[in-house]
């Protein structure tokens, strides 16, 4: 009988999810029959592509099949290590030999003689702020966010883009924005620390709030995840009403002495109450409300509301001087 037996894996070509554990792998007959009373030996070695033994994969790799008339489909299988590192797509191969085939009329089918099994890597790669929520004194000057890995580990290097948006603290006004920063993360460095200098002001304000988000600027990661990808940071006001005051002595055309008491409080948020005091009476020389003008500290505040206010204080005492009670420059 000049038929010939052909053998070798069914299918060629095996894909795995890593964390399925495992990987069934099939011999057969693929054509013809093996003669009655015989049996054929085929060995099997395990060969590393981009997956390694012990590693990625793992069990009795290298071993002898029996092949025989009434056994002509084996299976086996391989152990598929499942770690939370994350990997690209990786594989390894099998390569099978006949033993004693000689003395029967048995092949290997050249197109099956060798099977290849690809692992899908299936970790998720999670990265974001840790914690979303922060709350920062205006007077500490600065918060520090803090973006991490969170879950999963990374083989590759990831760039994330960090930016802030006004809300009701302004950019530059009342905290000093970053655009598009970026955050290299990889297996040695897997999380950043980020400084934003919060302004500081001697104006009473109420708690405002700006936020931080994340956006992915480049990586080779499939199941990246950016959660959370947004942080609320809020600013609570730390200073009190400030008041400055000033007191003068002038005389008028009689030779009498007149003392001038100039007053300036912080009423609220970007508002001055101005007061004059002179012979006795109170006169209200400005409230300004204005666009809140930011200072480095309280004192820099205070001399440039009291060069407003000396001007107007000249104009209040001028009408005091014609012995009106209370005058209103608004």
Do not use: C
């Not at 086996?76 to 009329?105: G, K, R, V």
């Not at 998720?124 to 999963?152: C, K, R």
């Amino acid at each position: 009988d000049n038929e010939v037996t052909t053998i070798g894996f069914d299918p060629v070509q095996y894909t795995v999810n890593e964390q399925s554990g495992s990987v069934i792998v099939s011999v057969s007959v693929l054509d013809g029959e093996l003669p009655s009373g015989t049996s054929v030996e085929i060995s099997m070695a395990v060969r590393s592509g981009t997956a390694f033994t012990n590693k990625d994969f793992s069990g009795d790799l290298n071993k002898t099949l029996v092949l025989k008339e009434s056994v002509t489909h084996l299976t086996f299988s391989i152990a598929i290590a499942d770690d939370s590192l994350f990997e690209f797509d990786e594989h390894f191969f099998i390569d099978l030999l006949l033993i004693d085939a000689q003395w029967y009329n048995i092949t290997l089918d050249p197109n099956s003689a060798i099977a290849q099994i690809t692992i899908i890597d299936d970790d998720a790669v999670v990265i974001g702020f840790e914690p979303n929520l922060y709350t920062v004194s205006e007077g500490d000057g600065q918060v520090i966010l803090t973006v991490s890995l969170l879950s999963g580990s990374l083989g590759t290097e990831v760039e994330i883009l960090l930016s802030t948006h006004g809300e009701s603290a302004e950019s530059s006004v009342d905290f000093y924005g970053i655009t598009d920063r970026v955050l290299l993360l990889n297996s040695s460095s897997t999380s950043h620390n980020v400084s934003v200098s919060i302004a500081i002001d001697a104006i009473k304000e109420t708690t405002e709030q700006f936020s931080a988000a994340l956006t992915v600027r480049s990586t080779e990661v499939p199941l990246l995840v950016l959660l959370p990808n947004t942080a609320l940071i809020r600013i609570t006001d730390d200073s009190g009403p400030t008041e400055s005051v000033s007191l003068t002595t002038t005389t008028d055309a009689s030779g009498a002495d007149h003392l001038k008491i100039i007053v300036i409080t912080a009423i609220s948020a970007g508002a001055f109450l101005i007061l004059a005091v002179g012979i006795g009476s109170l006169v209200l020389i400005n409230v300004i409300t204005r666009k809140k003008q930011k200072a480095s500290n309280i004192s820099a505040v205070n001399v440039a509301a009291a060069e407003h206010i000396e001007m107007k204080a000249s104009e209040a005492y001028g009408a005091l001087d014609k012995e009106d009670d209370t005058h209103n420059y608004l």
